[in-house]
């Protein structure tokens, strides 16, 4: 008990982050309360506020660790194939979404509401996932996958990403006796087959 008091202020946040944010692979946001981190991280309910002011400061904070966690987790690998890295990434949020579907699908649900700030986080992290097929990709690259990088292609991208979120989401509770491997190449070949070869 000792050693979690002689945590830096900066430390102490970061570890009640984390916590929040693996509570919430679990749970929903409405039920990652004060009251549980605080028992789960063996602190007191004051102390808490004392790095977040309010319950919605905490998710907030927690969210914005969480949608960083998914950037990070589904970032495409180093394979020079195009398709590849995409299938990659698409696997890797497929992953994480599994995993932390409680918190994920409230997370959408709570974006699609009124929380202004949550609104802008699932934003930021939606365009991130997206753009970054255009921003880390070759012309050659865009060519393999039938992208040309233009206003009209990356709107169209943003639909698919919100196309395979909502595929994934629903495919998560009823798979419905699609596999894992079908799932991504269907979500995949949909990117792929979205536009006309240049």
């Known amino acids: 008990m000792s050693a979690r008091t002689r ?36 602190i007191s309910r004051g102390l808490l ?46 992953d994480y979404v599994e995993t932390n579907q409680a918190g994920y699908t409230s997370l959408v649900q709570r974006a699609a509401g009124g929380n202004d700030r949550l609104r802008e986080i699932y934003e930021t992290t939606r365009a991130a996932l997206t753009d970054r097929i255009f921003d880390a990709a070759s012309p050659e690259d865009l060519v393999a996958l039938g992208l040309v990088d233009d206003a009209a292609t990356r709107l169209m991208v943003r639909g698919w990403g919100a196309l395979v979120e909502d595929v994934v989401l629903a495919w998560v509770r009823a798979p419905a006796g699609i596999s ?7 979500v995949t ?5 979205l536009l006309p070869r240049p």
Not at 21 to 42: H, N, P, W
Not at 69 to 85: E, F, Q, Y
């Open 189 to 193: 070949n949909a990117l792929v087959g």
């Open 180 to 186: 894992k491997d079908e799932l991504i190449t269907l």
């Open 49 to 94: 506020y004392h790095y977040f002011r309010t319950k919605a400061d905490f998710h907030e904070a927690v969210v914005e660790r969480a949608a960083a966690d998914v950037v990070r987790l589904t970032a495409p690998s180093g394979d020079p194939d195009p398709l590849v890295r995409l299938l990659s990434s698409v696997r890797a949020y497929v």
């Open 7 to 42: 945590l830096t202020p900066e430390a102490r946040r970061e570890q009640l982050l984390e916590l929040g944010v693996r509570m919430l692979a679990t749970r929903s946001l409405e039920e990652l309360s004060i009251d549980a981190l605080a028992e789960e991280a063996g």
